[in-house]
């Protein structure tokens, strides 16, 4: 499928009360009538080469975090990614988290490598950064995002009025979503705190709250996603970035990660165990 294509659903009984429901729900407005247009997003997804693989600011309102303006980095270099950790849009004990990967890696010359690469699950909206692709399974009541990095699977609820209470966290949290218009928009919470936002390490509580909108554009052959990132103990202020992919025909290669010893919090090795005294 090359181009954009819709599907008519008749959303009747239990369908059509969920997607009442979910319009009067959340703060963005669901279609209400019986008949909706359905955009068919399935098939395989690649971020495209934006500069660095970074989030994208929006045309107007508060962007994401910033790189720092002493580590401006060019096509085809090794420098690490540094983040601005005087950007106010920071939360003091974030700020410092930034400022501190910042000084091992420029400072002491030591590698951090992000969580994914270390074989833990990107989360959300860390997903939205993986370079490698990802392929979209649609069903009525569900998508599947799987990703080919590790091939983690993330699930999209679309049978569900609201958010599980007393929610675990969990890697990817729990996303439920529905249709408005030609855009799927997606309501995440409940992840967990041990994965990152960004290429800068950015770190995040359990109460982040992400509200993505996937939406193609160029006659299908690009898929735009503006997504809003709200945690109040980590940001000061919500903020939305845009990220951009490429359709693609290939399918996934085979990538399976190799674990490590090293935590990817802190990017730092873990104890070694060690005898206090020799077994013989």
């Known amino acids: 499928m090359l181009a954009m294509r819709f599907t008519r659903l008749k959303l009747t009984g239990i369908a059509g009360g969920i997607a009442l429901a979910l319009a009067s729900a959340t703060s963005y407005a669901a279609p209400q009538d019986e008949q909706s247009a359905v955009v068919d997003f399935s098939g395989y997804w690649q971020r495209n080469d934006q500069p660095f693989m970074q989030f994208l600011p929006p045309p107007n309102g508060q962007g994401p975090l910033r790189e720092h303006p ?45 969580a994914h690469s270390l074989c833990w699950p990107a989360g959300v909206p860390g997903a939205l950064r993986l370079r490698e692709p990802m392929q979209f399974l649609q069903e009525l009541n569900l998508i599947t995002i799987i990703y080919q990095r590790d091939h983690t699977t993330r699930r999209i609820l679309l049978n569900q009025r609201e958010h599980t209470k007393n929610l675990k966290p969990s890697w990817y949290g729990e996303s439920i979503g529905y249709y408005d218009g030609d855009t799927l928009v997606v309501d995440t919470i409940g992840v967990d705190d041990r994965s990152t936002v960004d290429w800068y390490g950015t770190p995040h509580t359990t109460e982040i709250h992400v509200i993505e909108r996937y939406r193609m554009v160029d006659n299908g052959q690009r898929l735009q996603v503006t997504f809003t990132v709200d945690d ?30 090293k935590n990817a919090s802190t990017g730092q090795d873990y104890p070694v165990p060690t005898a206090a005294k020799a077994d013989f």
């Open 70 to 114: 002493v580590q401006k980095r060019s096509a085809g270099d090794n420098k690490p990614f540094i983040g601005d950790w005087k950007d106010p849009l920071l939360q003091p004990g974030a700020a410092q988290v930034i400022k501190d990967k910042a000084y091992r890696q420029i400072v002491d010359r030591e590698e951090i490598l992000p």
């Open 232 to 261: 109040p103990k980590t940001f000061t202020k919500p903020w939305t970035a845009i990220v951009n992919y490429r359709r693609m025909a290939q399918q996934f290669d085979e990538i399976v990660c190799a674990e490590n010893n």
